[in-house]
Antibody
């Protein structure tokens, strides 16, 4: 069974940093692109970032480019999202998802709240 | 980025009836279009990809059609568990983009 378990969310002040992690199991992690998708409270879905299977290429939404960095460790089956210079508008539930085209597995999400 | 527009915002349907949801892309995405279902308090679930291919384990009452810029998700014989929010998403170009969602509610 595919499992994606996010962690690392919390309350942070504007301008602060946070690092999200996703522990993957139940599939060959190194064979799949992995992504982060977020959802602001009561709002729709927004694609955040994707990393290729070997981490050689990364893609970002314009809204996070230069501030958020996606990375992966295929030896640990883990996906990370380093979040710097956080803004109030980054407040959202962050989902770890399997795939870079049409994600077929989603974690339950970790909540990031940016507020003073 | 490619803007995805869904209509209507809310659709009121009676159980057992058919629901037809629309999604329009700001430019052609060929058939690189997916649909997701999100129930309250749950993560989204992939329903359809390639505009018309059902994802693993998805009931046959969910069907997708369209190509280019116009797409449709049809849900036949609506069941109680189908009342949810539905999103379309294009994966033809970066960044991937979602529609704003259509809420299917009980009439």
């Amino acid at each position: 069974e595919v499992q994606l378990v996010e962690s690392g969310g919390g309350l942070v002040q504007p301008g602060g940093s946070l690092r999200l992690s996703c522990a993957a199991s139940g599939f060959s992690f190194s064979s799949f692109r992995m992504s982060w998708v977020r959802q602001a409270p009561g709002k729709g879905l927004e694609w955040v970032a994707t990393t290729k299977e070997d981490g050689s290429e990364k893609y970002y939404a314009d809204s996070v480019k230069g501030r958020l960095t996606i990375s992966r460790d295929n030896t640990k089956n883990s996906l990370d999202l380093q979040m710097n210079s956080l803004r109030v508008e980054d407040t959202a539930l962050y989902y770890c998802v399997r795939g870079g085209w049409h994600p077929d597995n989603w974690g339950q999400g970790t909540l990031v709240t940016v507020s003073s | 980025e490619i803007v995805m527009t869904q209509s209507p915002a809310t659709l009121s349907v009676s159980p057992g009836e058919r629901a037809t949801l629309s999604c329009r892309a700001g430019e052609s995405v060929n058939s690189d279009l997916a649909w997701y279902q999100q129930r309250p308090g749950q993560a989204p679930r992939l329903l359809i990809y390639g505009a018309s291919t059902g994802a693993k384990g998805i009931p046959a009452r969910f069907s997708g059609s369209g190509s280019g810029t116009e797409f449709t998700l049809t849900i036949s014989n609506l069941q109680s568990e189908d009342f949810a929010v539905y999103y379309c998403q294009q994966y033809n170009k970066w960044p991937r983009t979602f529609g704003q969602g259509t809420k299917v509610e009980i009439k």
